[in-house]
Nanobody, 113 residues
Framework: QVQPVESGGGLVQAGGSLRLSCVAS????????MGWYRQAPGKQRDMVAT???????NYASSVKGRFTISRDNAKNTVYLQMNSLKPEDTATYYC???????WGQGTQVTVSS
């Protein structure tokens, strides 16, 4: 079983914060990149943030300065701290891992105006 398991989604008012967590399991020795993508209804799945085993991060321009991705390699866990949330951040957030590639089932984030 290599599917990551996400937690931490929910409903929050605009300007609020949420923290997502994702635990990788199964074949974990070769994991390099972990990250978060999101998909709103009727739209494609887009990258939000990724982080390599060495700590190199990459963010979508729409979340820079508001979201922070971090990682605990000992726990095979990646986090996404989301601050200053906006209604347009509403989406299902999916965790991703590589080697082998796998997606989580997704966690819903809803930001009310």
């Amino acid at each position: 079983q290599v599917q990551p398991v996400e937690s931490g989604g929910g409903l929050v008012q605009a300007g609020g914060s949420l923290r997502l967590s994702c635990v990788a399991s199964g074949s974990i020795l070769n994991i390099n990149v972990m990250g978060w993508y999101r998909q709103a209804p009727g739209k494609q799945r887009d990258m939000v943030a990724t982080i390599s085993r060495g700590g190199t991060t990459n963010y979508a321009s729409s979340v820079k300065g508001r979201f922070t991705i971090s990682r605990d390699n000992a726990k095979n866990t990646v986090y996404l701290q989301m601050n200053s949330l906006k209604p347009e951040d509403t989406a299902t957030y999916y965790c991703f891992r590589d080697y082998p590639s796998a997606w989580g089932q997704g966690t819903q984030v809803t930001v009310s105006s």
